[in-house]
């Protein structure tokens, strides 16, 4: 069995942490759109642990809007229908 850190060395390792500041939308890390953020408060202290970016359901739609015609493409298929499959506008 290995040794156990004390208390004060637990929480030198944890002082020394860097928590990331970013949100993961379709597997990657990425800010918001708009590019605000908001404070996570370590509610036991009242201290500021990051600053983590203020997503919104449009950063994960608008993602996923460029995510699909990129994952086509790599695949190989055009992102366009083919003219007979288009809907005929009137």
Excluded: H, W
Excluded at 15 to 26: G, K, N, S
Excluded at 50 to 67: H, K, M, N, Y
């Amino acid at each position: 069995m290995t040794d156990l850190l004390s208390k004060s060395e637990y929480q030198k390792v944890a002082r020394e942490l860097t928590l990331p500041a970013f949100a993961v939308i379709d597997r990657k890390l990425c800010g918001a759109a708009s590019g605000e953020t908001f404070a996570t408060i370590n509610p036991a202290t009242g201290e500021r642990l990051a600053d983590i970016p203020a997503c919104s359901q449009e950063d994960g739609t608008l993602r996923s809007r460029v995510r699909a015609p990129r994952s086509m493409t790599a695949a190989g298929r055009s992102c366009i229908p083919p003219p007979a499959s288009r809907p005929f506008s009137n």
